[in-house]
């Protein structure tokens, strides 16, 4: 059974796929602080934009397919 930083690493790659050239998908926060309230992945955007994708990869995923208009 792969580490859980192994699976993290795994998910990000693929989300990092998916959101593509639209910018960075930023390691899976474990809890909020005061930029990223929320736990959960985020994006930084080309502009600079930072973006919370959600929670859970899946719900990343959904938000990664609405950025790309689909």
């Known amino acids: ?3 859980a930083t192994e699976v993290s690493r795994s ?3 693929q ?3 998916m959101l593509g050239e639209l ?3 930023l390691p899976h ?3 909020g602080t005061v930029d990223r309230p ?3 992945w985020y994006a930084e955007l ?3 934009k930072i973006v919370f994708l959600g929670d859970h990869s899946l ?3 959904i938000e990664i397919s609405k950025l790309h208009g689909a």
Do not use: F, S
């Open 1 to 3: 059974m792969p580490y």
């Open 11 to 13: 998910l990000r790659t």
């Open 15 to 17: 989300l990092q796929n």
């Open 23 to 25: 910018g960075t998908v």
């Open 29 to 31: 926060q474990k809890r």
């Open 38 to 40: 929320a736990r959960g």
């Open 46 to 48: 080309v502009d600079g």
């Open 59 to 61: 719900i990343a995923g």
